[in-house]
């Protein structure tokens, strides 16, 4: 220890730099990457869903398929996506009568579409699209009341089948669109 300390101070004198400019140059670093860390923290906000107190209660009816295809259990995996967000990640508790949000609506579209052609006319890519259509309703707010629809997608290679993937894919978009959901509903309490 005494050595590697020796050695530190003979290479901070040869180079003619003393104990004092050393610990200010140090200083200086730190201080420039405080300075640094408060931008960052300042440029990125963490936004999470603060609940206005009034509201206790949603209500989500169970989305039903309204398109043909798609595996058999998408509704139910997506309402029970929904339902688990919701009640992970706001204090609401779910309820059938005089509920203060509700939301309902159903799963319109589920396609598999080609993307990327390659030289040969056949795709590169396929696409599988899920579109939801959702009606919000704010009991307290009518303001915030809307009817949207919300879809997300997953690309695949060409030389694999929608079903050898699909098992996959949509556990990913049913994902995607319940956080893009969430944000619409509970973004801006």
């Known amino acids: 220890m005494k050595k590697s300390k020796s050695v530190l101070r003979e290479n901070f004198q040869s180079q003619g ?26 440029c990125y906000t963490f936004r999470g869903a603060s609940l206005d107190p009034n509201l206790k ?9 309204v398109t043909a295809g798609g595996p058999s259990n998408l509704s139910l995996t997506f309402n029970e ?4 967000y919701y009640q ?26 080609p993307q990327a052609p390659t030289s040969s006319d056949k795709a590169g890519l ?12 704010n009991n307290k707010d009518e303001a915030k009341n809307f009817d949207q629809e919300f879809s997300f997608y997953q690309d695949f ?33």
Request: glycine letters at 8%.
């Open 126 to 137: 396929n696409r599988l699209t899920i579109r939801i259509q959702v009606k919000f309703t």
């Open 81 to 84: 996506k929904l339902k688990e």
């Open 17 to 42: 730099i003393g104990k004092r400019t050393f610990f200010l140059k140090c200083m200086g670093s730190f201080f420039l990457l405080a300075v640094f860390s408060l931008l960052l923290t300042g």
């Open 157 to 189: 290679p060409q030389n694999q089948t929608l079903s050898s993937v699909e098992g996959q894919l949509y556990p990913k978009i049913l994902d995607q669109i319940v956080l893009d959901i969430f944000n619409k509903t509970a973004g801006d309490w």
């Open 57 to 65: 209660t949603i209500y989500i009816q169970n989305f039903a398929m």
């Open 88 to 113: 992970r990640n706001t204090s609401l508790k779910i309820a059938t009568i005089n509920p203060d949000l509700q939301m309902e609506g159903g799963i319109t579209g589920y396609e598999m579409t």
